[in-house]
């Protein structure tokens, strides 16, 4: 770990222009944006229902966690929360508009065909007609022919091809680019394949200084990487703090271990309030799961919250300290949903809460075996995969 940077900083802007075969020396690049860069190539792979996938960056292929094992109870669950709110605060005056951001193409045309059929099945063609559903890519991809892997999808469905939440995005401060600008109620959804391939910042708490430090990757002239941290945050790793950590002081132990922060979720929910300020969201993913000892609840009861940052899974990580191999995979995180959660208020205000549920008590409030599915669902493959569902590690957060 070197304490002093001297090698001139690589944006982000800047170093997605190279690939990850380029060999960089003499320069200084914050950890989250390494992250991004080794990843972003295999993440957003042009793959739809006719490609074999193999290795998924969302979710590993047969995992208990692959939401294809739970379409179309899941699916048609979300497409039930949109509609009934829909229905209480924007129906007749505004339509349904409904906008998925992915990483997994191929997953999420599944899903947008799953839940279009179900809304064209329930709904009168009038109400139908009122549907909008866009899909928009995390980050931009290969392009791809729209109109003929969206033909199978009934309804008014558009896939983003020339644009992307983050394309060719500055690292810092405001930009009026935005992929998309709806003044009109809004619902966003993200499934389990962005908030864990969102790049996250490490970051450790000086008491010596009394502020906090960003970890930072050095490509040294023997073409060696190290870490640093460094007190000179960049925008949005502050702009992330101030959301998430400001008004806590972590213990010695904590600081000196660092945390990761979600960053990039931070930036994309400042984005989507200025995209689309009428906007509400959803999204599934995979969160932390507190399992208290007893001195750690003897603790809490005398007052003492720690902060839990956001975790990486171990085994799809190739560590920049370990060893220095090009295009791997990058990190995946697990996150704190309540982090996420006050996070979300803090860039939208106060009166923009939001729940979190597991995905077992989402589905329960919402489906109805009796009259969402007829005879071409046996009752035993309903019954399993609620089952499957019950037992997930999956949750959802929605506003």
């Known amino acids: 770990v070197r304490h002093n940077g001297t090698y001139p900083i690589i944006g982000i802007d800047e170093l997605r222009l190279k690939k990850q075969s380029d060999i960089i020396k003499n320069a200084s690049i914050p950890l989250r944006d390494y992250h991004e ?31 294809s094992l739970y379409d179309p109870i899941v ?22 508009n409904i906008v998925n951001v992915y990483t997994d193409l191929r997953q999420s045309l599944r899903i947008a065909k799953t839940m279009m059929t179900y809304f064209k099945t329930v709904l009168s063609e009038t109400m139908f007609e009122r549907i909008r559903y866009m899909m928009v890519p995390l980050y931009d991809h ?40 709806i003044e009109d109620p809004v619902s ?8 864990k391939n969102l ?11 009394r502020q906090w430090e960003q970890a930072y990757t ?16 960049d925008f949005w790793c502050k702009f992330a703090i101030g959301k998430t950590l400001d008004d806590k002081l972590p213990s010695t132990r904590e600081s000196t271990h660092g945390l990761y922060i979600p960053t990039r979720l931070a930036q994309l929910f400042e984005m989507i309030k200025r995209c689309a300020p009428q906007h509400k969201f959803l999204a599934v993913d995979e969160p932390q799961r507190w399992n208290p000892t007893f001195l750690s609840m003897i603790k809490l009861c005398l007052g003492y919250e720690p902060i839990r940052g956001s975790k990486i899974i171990e085994s799809q990580m190739d560590s920049i300290w370990r060893k220095s191999g090009r295009g791997g995979n990058g990190p995946v995180f697990t996150t704190d949903f309540t982090q996420i959660q006050q996070m979300y208020m803090n860039i939208n205000g106060m009166g ?18 009796g009259q969402d599915y007829d005879q071409s669902f046996t009752r035993e493959k309903l019954e ?16």
């Not at 966003?188 to 908030?195: A, C, F, H, K, T």
């Not at 040294?220 to 640093?228: C, K, Q, T, V």
């Not at 549920?357 to 109805?368: A, L, S």
């Open 384 to 399: 399993s995969q609620l089952q499957m569902i019950n037992e997930s590690s999956l949750a959802v957060i929605h506003s």
């Open 188 to 195: 966003i959804i993200m499934l389990n394949d962005v908030i």
């Open 199 to 209: 790049p996250h910042d490490l970051v450790k708490f000086s008491h010596e200084k």
């Open 75 to 96: 699916t048609h669950c979300i497409a039930k929360w949109l509609l009934v709110d829909y229905k209480l605060n924007s129906y007749p005056y505004h339509d349904l």
């Open 142 to 181: 290969e392009p791809i022919q729209v109109e003929k892997i969206c033909q199978s999808i009934p309804g008014d469905v558009n896939l983003i091809s020339d644009s992307a939440i983050f394309f060719s995005q500055p690292d810092g401060g405001d930009n009026d680019k935005y992929p998309f600008i």
């Open 37 to 67: 860069w080794r990843k972003i190539a295999n993440l957003m792979k042009y793959e739809t229902f006719f490609t074999r996938r193999g290795k998924s960056w969302g979710t590993s292929v047969g995992s208990q966690n692959d939401l």
């Open 352 to 369: 923009r809460t939001s729940e979190i549920d597991d995905i077992g008590e989402f589905v329960d409030k919402w489906v109805n075996l």
């Open 218 to 233: 050095d490509f040294n002239p023997d073409g060696l990487e190290s870490l640093r941290f460094e007190s000179d945050l």
